[in-house]
Each structure stands twice: as structure tokens, then as C-alpha cells.
């Protein structure tokens, strides 16, 4: 059965951003097993990490791909409206540059740092530096499911919403393809962070083991997630029955209480939303973008 949702009722909103700067948090830093290293991090346009790659194996740690943006450099407390507004499958154009013109789409949003990562094709992004602008159709805050007003919807695009293959069951319940179901106690930083509509939290990869077991290793950037026994409804916390659906929009990091980041797409109680295993539960497939690109 088809899902209606009040997508002619949402706001559509300009936001603009730029290039944000790469960092270096520390000369060196200290990971959970007791490894010091000194890697890339977030920020800056990445040409190499893409929506469709895997979150492990990279010489860096909350690795962003794709182009990271902010609103102002200087104020990050001025970001929550560029944050909050462009939601993952947003269209975003170059309005500067070489590339002007060109169009991307929205990942999502990485919390704490405040960037809004932006996926562009290879030809866009050779011609991006690091001074350049982007218009963002800020589109999908608000956005409900009418017969099923106990989903809670934050950050996704109507457009990839109805694109997703979400379909209803016959006893009301709703299942959604994802590539990885993840325990709730594999959650780690973000836990109890209100921001569900601005940040992001991290699935905690350390314990070899529980990665093996819940076939972890298949994480991708761009994967759709499901974590077990968590409710983001009013922000991240524990509640038994709960389902939360994620997008994966940053790499692993060796650091304690760190990993892959997800930021939170639906979140209902009860088992209301039921995960069910796909290969292609990606926003790269779904787009065609990043590593799904059609040349």
C-alpha cells in the first residue's frame, strides 16, 4: 500500500552556504585500543570519499565526503537554521565559480562541527575551491505520514521519501529497507542530545565481535540504518520497542565513544517500523550519485 504524506504542505526554504575549513583537532590523538595518530578529519572538499564507500578502512576519523559546508565560519551557534532546513536528498547548486550552476544533493548534517555535507559529481568538484558558495532547497522539515502519526519524520526530503520503497503492512506496521540493523547498545556519542534535527550520533565500532555479529562491516556512506531500542522522537535515548532509521554521513574513528555517524530520517515506538534487510538501501542508489553515479 502507497504511503500519503502532507508533502504539499511543507515549506520551501533558500539556504546558503560555503566551503568549510578542514580541521586538525589535535597534533596527535589517542584511540579506544590505545593507538595515537594523527589524521584527516572534517571539513574541507573531499575527492576521494563518497556516498556508496565504505565507513572503514581510511587513514582519517569522521571523515566527511563529498563537500563539507558551513553558514559562517565564524559563529557556529549561527548554523542551526542552515542545519536545521536543508534535509538529505535537497537539491544543492554552485552559485559561484567555475562551477556555477552545477547541482548537488544534500547528505546531511554532522553535529557538533556544524557541517552540511554536499554530494557533486567528479567533474563539479574539480572545479569547486574552497571560497565557493551553494543555494540549498531547503525542503522536508515537517513532513508526516497521514495515516500513521506516530512515525516522527526529521530531516528527508519528500522526494526520497517516496523514492525509498517504504510500504505498509497489513497490521498498520511500516517496513523500511535498510543495508544494517544495529543494536541499541552499539550507540555511542550524541546518546541524549536533543538535536535530532540538527546533528547527528555515532555507532560505536570497536567491539569486533558485535560488528561481526550484526554485519556492521557493510557500512556505507549514504546507508539507510536501523538501531533497535531507540526512540529519536524528542531527541536519542533508550526505549525498548523502538525503532529509529538513520543516514550514514560520516566515516569510522578509532576514538572512544566515536564511529560512523548517522543522522536520525524516522523514529516510532511500539515496533511500528519494522527494518528489512536491502543491498541498495542507499541514498547513492536510490540518487544515482557518489560511487551509484550513472557515467
Request: include cysteine.
Amino acid at each position: 500500500m502507497s504511503l500519503k504524506s502532507n508533502r504539499d504542505q511543507l515549506v520551501q526554504t533558500a539556504v546558503q552556504g560555503s566551503v568549510a575549513p578542514a580541521h586538525q583537532w589535535a597534533p596527535f590523538e589517542v584511540g579506544s585500543a590505545g593507538e595515537v595518530f594523527s589524521w584527516p578529519s572534517t571539513g574541507g572538499i573531499t575527492y576521494n570519499v563518497k556516498i556508496g564507500d565504505s565507513v572503514f578502512g581510511w587513514a582519517g576519523e569522521h571523515i566527511e565526503p563529498g563537500v563539507s559546508t558551513t553558514m559562517s565560519h565564524k559563529n557556529r551557534k549561527c548554523e542551526s537554521g542552515y542545519q536545521f532546513l536543508a534535509c538529505c536528498g535537497n537539491q544543492a547548486t554552485v552559485i559561484s565559480g567555475a562551477a556555477k550552476g552545477e547541482k548537488g544533493t544534500v547528505l546531511g548534517h554532522h553535529g557538533g562541527v556544524e557541517h552540511l555535507m554536499l554530494d557533486f559529481p567528479d567533474e563539479t568538484l574539480d572545479k569547486l575551491t574552497c571560497d565557493d558558495k551553494f543555494l540549498i532547497k531547503g525542503y522536508g522539515q515537517g513532513l508526516k505520514l497521514i495515516d500513521h502519526p506516530e512515525v516522527f519524520i526529521y530531516n528527508l526530503d519528500p522526494d526520497l521519501l517516496d523514492a525509498w520503497g517504504l510500504t505498509e503492512r497489513e497490521d498498520g506496521k511500516i517496513e523500511v529497507p535498510v543495508n544494517v540493523i544495529v543494536p541499541g547498545h552499539a550507540m555511542g556519542s550524541g546518546i541524549g542530545a536533543l538535536s535530532v534535527a540538527t546533528g547527528d550520533y555515532d555507532i560505536l565500532c570497536h567491539d569486533e565481535e558485535m560488528v561481526k555479529e550484526n554485519g556492521m562491516q557493510r557500512l556505507r556512506f549514504g546507508d539507510f540504518v536501523a538501531v533497535m531500542d531507540h526512540d529519536n522522537r524528542y531527541g536519542r535515548t533508550y526505549r525498548k520497542g523502538a525503532v529509529t532509521i538513520g543516514v550514514v554521513i560520516h566515516s569510522d574513528s578509532p576514538l572512544a565513544g566515536h564511529g560512523p555517524g548517522m543522522m536520525t530520517l524516522m523514529s516510532a515506538c511500539d515496533g511500528k517500523l519494522v527494518p528489512v534487510i536491502s543491498e541498495t538501501a542507499n541514498v547513492g542508489a536510490i540518487r544515482s550519485i557518489g560511487r551509484y553515479a550513472v557515467e
